[in-house]
């Protein structure tokens, strides 16, 4: 399905779907992949298995997932144009400063990584993975074929934070309507992954995109304000040049 540019195709198509409707101390070699593909019943291709050990043993794959504690999430401000253009929207005194909960957020992320491993079982379990394109270290077939590797514990573990954040979401929420943030918001992506809030994302020029994120079961009210905000900028009209006839 192509994205809509503008809010209010979301909504619709959104209307019509409503009707309808391892964190591992030692390095890794190849006697982990091959216990996975015993679980699995399938082998991998030499190079699968290669890829597999090393991103496993890439720092930056695995990042601060073991420090639950002291890892600190990560929220840049949305710029004055754009709380300018809000306020022109919604009111001045409509604006609020909004700070997220302090959450290791790149850490829960295997949670993330482990319910795109089961999306794609199939996939997986069959061999097709081999048959997309890109199949570099971190590329979607590899992440799928190393999420197998997540231990349970540590899955329990991220997924007691998850609730924690939930509910810390649905207090924060009670403040708020909507929150806005930038294409680089890695904390919203996280958020919104992890605690089901509706999201609608908005193209914003030059290959930027905004994110409006609100009150779960409360669609109407980002797709109202991302309309707003977007017939204000006309900014989903605009088109790359190579697009443009």
């Not at 391892?22 to 290669?50: M, W, Y």
């Not at 401000?77 to 400063?97: D, E, H, K, M």
């Not at 409006?212 to 980002?222: C, H, K, M, N």
């Not at 204000?232 to 697009?243: D, G, I, R």
Request: charged share 20%; hydrophobic share 45%; net charge negative.
């Amino acid at each position: 399905m192509a994205t809509p540019r503008h809010s209010l195709r979301a909504a619709i198509v959104l209307t019509l779907l409503l009707a309808s409707s391892p964190i591992l101390g030692d390095t890794v070699t190849t006697t982990t992949i091959a216990e996975v593909e015993k679980i699995l019943g399938l082998t991998f291709t030499p190079a699968q298995r290669s890829q597999m050990v090393e991103l496993l043993n890439d720092s930056s794959y695995w990042g601060n997932r073991t420090a639950f504690e002291s890892m600190r999430g990560y929220r840049p401000g949305i710029s004055s144009a754009v709380r300018n253009l809000l306020a022109a929207v919604v009111g001045q005194s409509q604006l609020v400063s909004l700070n997220l909960p302090d959450y290791p957020y790149s850490a829960m992320s295997l949670i993330i990584d482990a319910e795109a491993a089961a999306a794609f079982d199939e996939l997986t379990r069959s061999g097709d993975d081999a048959l997309l394109t890109a199949q570099g270290k971190w590329d979607w077939p590899n992440l799928l074929r190393t999420a197998r590797t997540i231990p349970a514990a540590e899955y329990l573990q991220a997924d007691r934070l998850r609730r924690k954040l939930i509910q810390d979401m649905s207090i924060l929420m009670n403040t708020v309507d909507v929150w806005v943030a930038s294409d680089v918001d890695d904390a919203t992506l996280f958020i919104s992954d992890l605690t089901g809030q509706p999201c609608v994302v908005i193209p914003h020029g030059g290959g930027t995109s905004l994110s409006f994120v609100g009150r779960l079961y409360d669609e109407a009210t980002i797709l109202a304000l991302a309309k707003a905000y977007q017939d204000a900028t006309l900014y989903h009209l605009s088109k790359p040049p190579l697009f443009v006839q």
